[in-house]
């Protein structure tokens, strides 16, 4: 039925090489390239993706849709293994002192950028002095490198950089690893036209050169063959497979899955609910999903006027929800539940609160009438003195993905249904809704983010002072807890901290409802090989190890 | 020398449109509710640090009259000021993106108007039931929403048929799709206006002393009734672009095409104001072209009108 041009080979006795390549992707599910055979260099691929970065720069990046192009053509000091830890990249080590203040990183010595400056501690430097210019990148100024003190190059040693930290920060090396951290060509930062949104005159050191760009269709990507710097874990090494890979931005989901089931794109990342089971049971095509990082979707409860600032009414708000039930309505089996505030992926999420709350109609029915809130009006919601039960959740529009906004309106019915509460649900440009957060005329918060370390994302939550932190939660508690966290290296120490933080907010002050864990989707045609995520984010990968096979 | 004060009268009005389209669209980003520095902070980070450095980057810390008549007076030197969220000029932002959506529009008004006048001369005055199933396919054209018939088309022609691709705007064939979707409502409603008009003009006294002299029927419609026609479809220009600009907002997020749709959905929904201004102001200067021009079709149609 679907006019598919290319009729797939099985070549079986190739899939199990195939197979162990790809393994080391991460933590992806899926069923890549059981047909695609071995690694073939040459070819051009085209992929249709649902964002268009709003800037090509790294050090602006601020969409995680887009570390899939990042990756491309940028590369940074360190990169995660699976398990959350690091591995050098342009890097060869680095060396933390017993105070934890003073990072010392030996780089690569065989490094070029695509313009033919050569990478070593003085360019290290030179990205370090752009970032901390006034108005290049505040939001990381002021967030990630806040500790930031100095760098400095060793004379003797073109390869040594030194970060020195005003309080111990294990976080720098998150941002180490981050593509705000990736490196960008002295000459780019002198030179470049529109530094800040990027493009074919801002350029890195990665696998490929980014050299047309139209915007509002397609990005377009040549391989870099005197690449030979991948991490160990990049899954290969010396230039990428693929000679050519165009990224085309087709917004509409439909038209997305419509383009990879004609064979008009041979890959699509976001799959949406309703198309995953067609992409699974077509012949040609494979289905692959990956759980993000970070923190979970979840509704944050506004403790800071009533009725959220009574823990009992955040209680019951969690209790009458049946999130099952919802998630099933609204992404039809395909979500996974989130139980905490931490992602599930995350080497730093408990799992002792699963199953712990909610579903429980009679217990939210309880804690209301004890709170309260014991009247009902003439449409059933409960009051208490004649006011009615009403929670405001207000969302920015340009930031609604994942139907977010349908599911809002499944938790409306349901809490409606079961307990009386009044949901109001908006929909707002984004200027009217950063002015109900100003104004703080909202109960219910909504976010999840994709930081690569979960303790990144609870900074900016959960700190009183977190620059979202729009619970306005303020507990010298959580705040020290969460300083614990981001002072120490040690593993351990940190899981035992952030099982801690995770008692505090899910546990004791019921201050989120966690809903789902947001994760990404890949479509391809059978024939392409090497599709995977990054690990610990989660997130689509590269196109360094994608191949296309006969 | 009539003619020189006319153009000047012209010229004037002009610019007396664009300075207060551009003032009018000021004054509505400025009471839009939340602040410039909220929306250029968007899902990042926000502290009282970066909202300093932000306010200080772009002045937002000067009294608004003075943005105000900073931004006229860049304006009228061409300086349209640089992208909030793009970070690059406006101009480079704007200017990349106008001809591809100027094509779709040119193509769709093209098609438009063969559709609408085929159609009108086919059906108007014949048989009752060809006019009623045309007027009722019409009807569902106009009211069905872009996007639908962009998916339909394309589910058709583009996924089941591969005739035409889905995205870009690399060659002549992925212009059809875009602009047939966009030119099916529009020629639909143009017909309908036609159509009327044709037939209003059958019933004067021209007509029947036209098919006296023998003049065969198609003739007349073509040569006689359709230039009456004309007028009130004339008259739709501003309507036509206001469904234009609409249409391409849509279809470019469909079809993946770049544009000034796509631009000016990002602007609007981050509350990008020199994008928004800029998009504002190259509207206006369009409609006062188009204005210009129906007003001279107006002299060209109607004999009439050309002694007064």
Redesign the interface.
């Known amino acids: 039925m679907l ?1 598919f041009s290319r009729t797939p080979r099985l070549a079986a006795a190739a899939a199990a090489l195939a197979l162990a390549l790809t393994a080391c992707s991460g933590g992806g599910t899926g069923d890549t390239a059981d047909s695609a055979g071995q690694p073939v260099a040459g070819g051009a691929l085209t992929w ?1 993706i649902e964002t ?1 970065p ?2 090509f720069n790294p050090h ?1 990046y ?1 969409q995680a849709k887009a570390r899939l192009l990042v990756w491309n053509s940028f590369e940074a000091l360190l990169t995660h293994d699976a398990d959350g830890g690091f591995v050098p990249w342009l890097a060869t080590g680095y060396q933390v002192s017993p105070d934890g203040l003073v990072y010392t990183v030996k780089l690569r010595t065989d490094v070029t950028f695509h313009d033919g400056e050569k990478f070593d501690a003085a360019a290290v430097k030179a990205n370090f002095d752009q970032l901390l210019q ?2 290049y990148a ?2 990381l ?3 990630q490198l806040r500790n930031l003190g100095s760098v400095t190059v060793t004379v003797t040693d073109p390869a040594t950089v030194t970060i020195t930290l005003t309080a111990p920060d294990v976080l720098i090396l998150d941002f180490l690893a981050s593509p705000q951290g990736a490196q960008i060509s002295p000459k780019s930062l002198r030179e470049a036209k ?1 530094l ?2 990027g493009g074919p005159d801002v350029v890195g050191t990665g696998p490929f050169v980014l050299d047309r760009y ?5 990005v377009h990507y040549r391989k870099y063959p005197a690449y030979h710097w991948a991490p160990a874990n990049a899954g290969h090494q010396g230039a990428a497979y693929l000679d050519e890979v165009t990224y ?5 989901s ?2 997305r899955v ?2 990879l ?4 794109v041979q890959v699509i990342e976001g799959v949406p609910a309703t198309d995953q089971d067609l992409v699974k049971t077509t012949p040609q095509l494979a289905l692959n999903k990956s759980l993000n990082s970070g923190s979970a979707y979840s509704y944050y409860f506004n403790t800071g006027h009533a009725p959220f600032d009574d823990v009992r009414v955040r209680r019951a708000f969690r209790d009458a929800v049946d999130v099952d039930a919802v998630l099933q309505a609204v992404y039809r089996g395909t979500a996974t539940r989130a139980w905490s505030v931490i992602g599930p992926t995350s080497p730093l999420y408990d799992k002792r609160f699963e199953g712990s709350y909610g579903n429980n109609a009679a217990n939210a029915d309880k804690l209301l009438d004890e709170a309260g809130w014991s009247g009902r009006d003439a449409e059933g919601f409960r009051t208490r003195d004649g006011k009615r039960l009403t929670v405001r959740v207000v969302q ?4 609604v993905r994942d139907r977010r906004d349908i599911l809002a309106q499944a938790v409306q019915a349901a809490v409606k249904q079961s307990a009386g509460i009044d949901l109001k649900v908006s929909i707002v ?8 957060i ?1 104004a703080n005329e909202f109960e219910i918060f909504d976010n999840s983010r994709a930081d690569t370390d979960a303790g990144a994302a609870l900074n ?1 939550l959960l700190f009183s002072t977190g ?2 932190n729009r619970t306005n939660y303020k507990d010298p508690e959580l705040d020290g807890l969460l300083a614990a966290g981001q002072a120490t290296g040690d593993p351990a120490k940190r899981v035992s901290v952030y099982s801690d933080i995770q008692r505090l907010t899910v546990a004791d002050q019921a201050l989120l409802l966690p809903l789902y864990a947001p994760a990404d989707q890949i479509g391809a045609a059978r024939t392409i090989g090497g599709i995977g995520f990054e690990p610990t984010a989660g997130v689509p990968g590269s196109a360094y190890n994608i191949w296309i096979g006969k | 020398m009539t003619l020189v004060r006319a153009v000047a009268r012209r010229l004037a009005t002009a610019a007396v449109v664009l300075w207060a389209a551009a003032t009018a669209a000021y004054l509505a980003l400025l009471l839009a509710p939340g602040s410039t520095v909220d929306s250029i902070i968007g899902d990042g980070a926000d502290t009282p640090e970066i909202r300093a450095q932000i306010i200080a980057e772009w002045h937002l810390d000067r009294p608004e009259i003075v943005q105000y008549a900073t931004y006229l007076l860049r304006a009228a030197q061409g300086d349209l000021g640089r992208s909030y969220q793009l970070q690059r000029p406006v101009s480079d932002v704007i200017g990349a993106q106008l001809l591809p959506t100027l094509k779709l529009a040119l193509a769709a008004v093209a098609i438009a108007v063969v559709i609408a006048v085929v159609v009108a001369v086919v059906t108007a005055g014949r048989r009752p039931w060809l006019r009623r199933a045309s007027s009722t396919t019409e009807l569902v054209l106009v009211s069905t929403p872009t996007f639908l018939i962009g998916l339909i088309l394309l589910n058709i022609f583009s996924f089941r048929l591969g005739l035409f691709p889905v995205s870009g705007d690399r060659d002549l064939s992925a212009l059809v799709l875009p602009a047939i979707t966009l030119a099916l409502p529009i020629g639909s409603l143009l017909a309908q206006v036609l159509r009327d008009g044709i037939e209003r003009a059958l019933d004067e006294p021209f007509v029947v002393t036209a098919r006296a002299r023998g003049v065969r029927e198609t003739a007349v419609l073509a040569r006689h009734a359709l230039r009456h026609a004309l007028l009130p479809a004339v008259t739709l220009t501003g309507w036509l672009f206001g469904v234009l600009i609409g249409g391409t907002v849509i279809i470019e997020q469909v079809f993946g095409r770049p544009g000034i749709g796509q631009v000016t959905l990002l602007a609007v929904s981050t509350k990008d104001m020199p994008v928004v201004l800029a998009v504002v102001v190259l509207s206006a200067a369009v409609y006062v072209a188009l204005s210009t021009a129906a007003d001279l079709a107006y002299l060209l149609i109607d004999p009439r009108l050309r002694r007064s």
């Not at chain 1, 920015?396 to 930031?399: E, F, I, K, T, V």
């Not at chain 1, 440009?429 to 109900?436: H, L």
């Open positions: 006019p249709g268009e709003i800037t602006q601020a006034p108005g505040p939001a100024r002021g967030v529109n800040k949104a139209t915007p509002g269709q397609e085309r931005f087709l917004k509409e439909s038209v419509g383009a089931t004609s064979g008009q920015s529009a340009p930031y440009d984004q200027g009217t809704a950063t002015a109900a100003a900016l620059a979202i």
